[in-house]
């Protein structure tokens, strides 16, 4: 079992750039693949960007191709995404999670492992 903390969350203006962390606990960090979702107020949870255990394999989310990076630390522990160009459509509480010995997902039905959110605020 993994445990995920999600941190980096905020208010920022449109345009501007933001870094999400999860850190990991609990098992080999490496033998999962993370993911990032999102989920606005009334919508649904959204594939943002998945990673898969050594950082080999991508997969984002059209929503938000070429303006998000993911990437990994096994060292630490730690995904990151790294959003750029925000706009106010991308507010949303974003999640984390992780799925054991399995490629990026895009699918949250995949992921076994769920953080408890962070709020990302973009104004305009």
């Known amino acids: 079992q993994v445990q995920l903390v999600e941190s980096g969350g905020g208010l920022v203006q449109a345009g501007g750039s933001l870094r999400l962390s999860c850190a990991a606990s609990?098992?080999?960090?490496?033998?999962?693949?993370m993911a990032w979702f999102r989920q606005a107020p009334g919508k649904e949870r959204e594939f943002v960007a998945a990673?898969?255990?050594?950082?080999?394999?991508?997969n984002y989310g059209g929503s938000v191709k070429g303006r998000a990076t993911i990437s990994r630390d096994n060292a630490k522990n730690t995904a990151y995404l790294q959003m750029n160009s925000l706009k106010p459509e991308d507010t949303a509480v974003y999640y984390c999670?992780?799925?054991?010995?399995?490629?990026?997902?895009?699918?949250?039905?995949?992921?076994?492992?769920w953080g408890q959110g962070t709020q990302v605020t973009v104004s305009s």
């Open positions: 999670a992780a799925r054991h010995m399995m490629g990026p997902s895009s699918s949250s039905s995949q992921y076994n492992y």
């Open positions: 609990g098992r080999t960090f490496s033998d999962y693949a």
């Open positions: 990673l898969s255990g050594i950082g080999s394999s991508t």
